[in-house]
């Protein structure tokens, strides 16, 4: 009922730069929140960040001051702006959107398949 197509992901250079995307489709009604998570090998998925509807935003500690999450409502579109790239960054990241569809009365989660960053020289 509901799709995430992420982009954006890539091979990039330790202090250097990515921007993601994950655009949300389908028979939304509202979308509450989206966010960010990665999965390095060997590792838990862990939140990268996350944004409310409304704006507030939440970092794992990691990513402060180096990535910023943005979204577009109109477009049901989140960001990830990425920068000062570390090679512990790298790993699986996904998009999560916690959306309520059209026929339903409560929200769920949806995820995205997920776009590989690898950070290295």
């Known amino acids: 009922q509901v799709q995430l197509v992420e982009s954006g992901g890539g091979l990039v250079q330790p202090g250097g730069s990515l921007r993601l995307s994950c655009a949300a489709s389908?028979?939304?009604?509202?979308?509450?929140?989206m966010g960010w998570y990665r999965q390095a090998p060997g590792k838990q998925r862990e939140l990268v960040a996350a944004i409310t509807s409304g704006g507030t935003t939440n970092y794992a500690d990691s990513v402060k001051g180096r990535f910023t999450i943005s979204r577009d409502n109109a477009k049901n579109t989140v960001y990830l702006q990425m920068n000062s790239l570390k090679p512990e960054d790298t790993a699986v990241y996904y998009c999560?959107?916690?959306?309520?569809?059209?026929?339903?009365?409560?929200?769920?989660?949806?995820w995205g398949q997920g776009t590989q960053v690898t950070v290295s020289s």
């Open positions: 999560n959107a916690y959306v309520r569809v059209v026929v339903a009365t409560t929200p769920h989660d949806y």
């Open positions: 389908g028979s939304i009604f509202n979308i509450y929140a």
